[in-house]
């Protein structure tokens, strides 16, 4: 499968940007997914994932309130709706799946990511 996240860009604290992650080559409604996050200098850290169904969602506590992860299995795709940036939501976002969802140490399969910058 090939994940590719799209979406990010330059906005000012307080804006929203809609990432979106789209397959192909395989589909998605089998897998869990998730956002993920690398600032610069930073490692990677798990943003939010969600379960196979969408019923089911887990987020990282500094975005807790403000993101919003959801899935369209028939579109094979998975949004990232994120409100009241703040500079240190800057990085680059990637998509990636997994098996369970409340595990997103086990996910992979990463797919190109998408720059999200948040000026102060």
């Known amino acids: 499968v090939q994940l590719q996240a799209f979406g990010g860009g330059l906005v000012q604290a307080g804006g929203s940007l809609r990432l979106s992650c789209v397959a192909s080559g395989d589909s998605l409604s089998t897998y869990a997914m998730g956002w993920f996050r690398q600032a610069p200098g930073k490692e990677r850290e798990f943003v939010a994932t969600i379960s196979r169904s969408g019923a089911y969602t887990k987020y990282v506590d500094s975005v807790k309130g403000r993101f919003t992860i959801s899935r369209d299995n028939a579109r094979n795709t998975v949004n990232l709706q994120m409100n009241s940036l703040k500079p240190e939501d800057t990085a680059v976002y990637y998509c990636?799946?997994?098996?369970?969802?409340?595990?997103?140490?086990?996910?992979?399969?990463w797919g190109q990511g998408t720059e999200v910058t948040v000026s102060s």
């Open positions: 990636a799946r997994g098996i369970l969802y409340y595990s997103p140490a086990d996910f992979g399969s």
